[in-house]
């Protein structure tokens, strides 16, 4: 059975980076590899305007689409507003072109890539880039969706931190939720099944033929203990994460800001390490992470398990974003334990609780305590982090992301037999 696997470029398997997204592609192609020959198609955005013939890079199959397209009543109000109010209606005609339109030029390489590779199935990472490539709309070969992140609950999490924004921006946050939410529910219909990260999207997202594909981290082999040892005489906790992605940045922002401050003044000795790809162009606020005391910038690292090892825990400040958190499953499969908020252990909650894996903060002061607790008592650290890792090894393994992959691409490869018959 051959398949095409469609990835946007940001979630390339290779060179594999330490993001969740691309070691999910990663995982994929891997698992439709039991089934025969996986081809992968990059999805690259053009949003200069010019055109860009598909091309072979890295064994890949790459092809471009336009990230600026328009669509909707949107795209025509901008002929009479101006100012902010034409700011934002340019900006929800092009989600409502993510979530509805797909790009000819990009459409027209992907058509040609399936008619040299006759696949017998298509699977494409992400709603917005199977809609730009055309891969929505494909009739003649079954399509399956690797939603992952459910994109109107992103967005509602979102509109959920601008309390302290403009009427504006609340309002564009807003908007674009709806719209994102009708049009991507209307075009999931189009999909022959739907993978989620967790049971409760399968739950919001309410299609029959959907089930979950469990975000799992990728792990050294097991060695047979209950983690790495605390190696570093120096007390340290660990953020880990790519420092330019905005659900991150604007996390560590708001820790640094209002949980830091008193964890320093209540432990002066301990350190925070920021590990993860940085920004190309370093921001504002990666300069300002660099001035803060005891916060040390370290960007990306050939062997992050040794961050693990020197590191107490994790913290996982995260207040917006979808999907389930890999961050959070690799620091407990690395046996350490981790103090997160409500909305970074979203998904995992069957199975990571409070007080049983890891510490959830609700507020500032409680984040500040949790730390606090996990800094002065080692047993507890100890208690957590073998439960925890204990937890990974048993429900986010990569044979249990194989198995759910197998589970559903065996009826595709059963239907297709029996054609072929």
């Known amino acids: 059975m051959k398949t095409v696997l469609i990835t946007p470029h940001i979630c390339r398997p290779w060179p594999l980076s330490e993001g969740g997204g691309p070691q999910r592609t990663m995982l994929m192609r891997n698992a439709l590899r039991q089934f025969g020959e996986v081809c992968v198609v990059v999805a690259t955005p053009c949003t200069d305007g010019s055109s860009q013939e598909r091309r072979e890079v890295d064994g890949l199959q790459q092809i471009f689409y336009d990230a600026a397209r328009e669509t909707g009543m949107f795209r025509a109000l901008q002929l ?23 790009d000819r030029s990009s459409s027209e390489q992907l058509r040609r890539i399936i008619r040299e590779f006759q696949p017998e199935l298509v699977v494409c990472r992400l709603l917005p880039w199977a809609v730009a490539t055309g891969a929505a709309f494909i009739n003649d070969v079954p399509v399956i969706l690797d939603f992952d992140d459910v994109d109107w609950r992103v967005h509602e999490s979102r509109v959920e931190q601008m309390a302290e924004h403009g009427a504006v921006r609340r309002l564009h946050g807003r908007l674009v939720r709806q719209i994102v939410e009708r049009n991507a529910r209307k075009c999931l219909r189009r999909f022959a099944h739907v993978f989620v990260a967790s049971e409760e999207d399968r739950s919001v997202v309410g299609l029959q033929s959907c089930s979950v594909l469990p975000n799992v981290p990728i792990l050294p082999e097991a060695d047979g203990g209950d983690g790495p040892g605390e190696s570093s005489n120096e007390p340290s906790i660990l953020f880990v994460g790519s420092l330019g992605n905005p659900r991150n940045a604007q996390g560590l922002d708001h820790f640094l800001d209002h949980v830091w401050p008193d964890l320093h003044r209540a432990a002066p000795d301990l350190k925070l390490r920021l590990v993860g790809p940085l920004p190309d162009d370093e921001s504002a606020s990666v300069a300002r992470w660099r001035k803060m005391p005891n916060v040390e910038v370290v960007g990306l690292v050939e062997d992050i398990g040794v961050e693990y090892e020197r590191a107490l825990f994790t913290v996982a400040p995260v207040y917006w974003g979808g999907g389930t958190k890999v961050k959070v499953l690799e620091t407990l499969g690395r046996g350490r334990t981790c103090v997160l908020t409500p909305h970074a252990v979203y998904g995992l909650g069957h199975y990571v609780k409070h007080g049983d894996s890891l510490l959830c903060a609700e507020t500032d002061a409680e984040f500040v305590q949790c730390c606090l607790k996990l800094v002065k008592s080692d047993s507890l650290r100890r208690s957590l982090a073998t439960r925890g890792r204990k937890i990974i090894r048993e429900h986010f393994s990569i044979a249990r992301f194989n198995s759910a992959v197998a589970r559903v691409v065996a009826r595709f490869a059963e239907a297709h037999q029996g054609v072929g018959a």
Do not use: E, P
């Open 80 to 102: 009479v507003l101006r100012g902010d109010l034409r700011r934002v209606a340019k900006n929800l005609a092009i989600y409502s072109a993510d979530f509805s339109l797909a």
